[in-house]
């Protein structure tokens, strides 16, 4: 059956299905000898495809993956890092670093801490990170300061970023401690390039520590199993991968993006 080019990239975990796109851009994919256009479809059964002068075969297909971590402060949410900093993928033992197409779903800050999900399913990767469909990321934030209530309200209706408001956020505060911080319960929506930081900044009350602690129904401490230690990893369960793909119609096609839009 004809697909395109980017998702079977993506079912096969050679990439995200944007870091799939990103390649067909980059004139990086083949088909047949021929390089490929975005939104060019091809049959894996029949048809040979290459990316960077590979040829992907069918029974090279890997088996799906689906991970969470904990991570730890000072490590970055890539799978190569330019600088030699410590990476996500540095964190998984030797057998699954090699494991094909395993990368992180979306990023936290290298300063940032808790749950990040790691998986080689670029289908999975693609709507939990686009921003129509608006997944819930919970989040315990230290803070400086106590913030005035009219402060978190606003930040409950939208701040202004860049000149777009924010989307409605939960913020709730936990726990004022006397040291002059506050710890606050943030569940946001969408995941601009550090909003949590920077709206807290705005507000005069900059960020000390923030830990991610849920990605939509995944707990990063789930009640009953034992403490996920910082840089420690487990596989999900088939309930919570269930719980993930039931939020999205996993079959559905959507349109290439454009050439401006397409990076991660």
């Known amino acids: 059956m004809d697909e395109r ?3 079977i990239l993506s079912q096969w975990g050679i990439a995200s299905r944007r870091q799939a796109e990103q390649m067909i851009l980059e004139g990086r994919v083949r088909l047949n000898g021929v390089v490929v256009q975005l939104g060019q479809k091809a049959n894996p059964a029949l048809d040979h495809i290459e990316v960077d002068g590979l040829e992907i075969r069918p029974a090279g ?49 290298a300063d940032s801490t808790g749950a990040l999900l790691l998986t080689n399913d670029g289908d999975l990767t693609f709507y939990l990170t686009h921003p129509r469909h608006h997944i ?18 606003q930040w409950r209706c939208g701040v202004d970023l860049d000149g777009q408001l924010t989307r409605p956020a939960r913020v709730d505060v936990i726990q004022q ?17 550090r909003q949590i930081r920077r709206v807290a900044e705005q507000f005069g009350h900059p960020v000390i520590h923030l830990h991610r602690t849920a990605i939509g129904p995944i707990q990063l401490q789930s009640p009953g199993s034992p403490p996920l230690l910082t840089g420690k990893y487990r596989l999900l369960k088939d309930a919570e991968i269930s719980s993930l793909k039931a939020q999205f119609d996993l079959t559905s096609e959507r349109m290439p993006v454009k050439r401006s839009a397409a990076h991660e």
């Open 136 to 153: 819930p990321k919970t989040y315990e934030v230290w803070v400086e300061g106590y913030p005035a209530v009219s402060v978190l309200q």
């Open 177 to 193: 401690h006397p040291d002059h911080k506050t710890l606050l319960r943030i569940i946001l929506k969408e995941g601009r390039n």
């Open 5 to 7: 080019i980017q998702k």
């Open 61 to 109: 297909r890997p088996e799906p993956v689906y991970l969470l971590l904990n991570k730890p402060a000072g490590v970055v949410s890539t799978c190569t890092d330019p600088w030699n900093r410590v990476t996500v993928i540095d964190l998984l033992p030797p057998a699954l670093q090699k494991h094909q197409g395993i990368h992180p779903v979306g990023r936290l800050d």
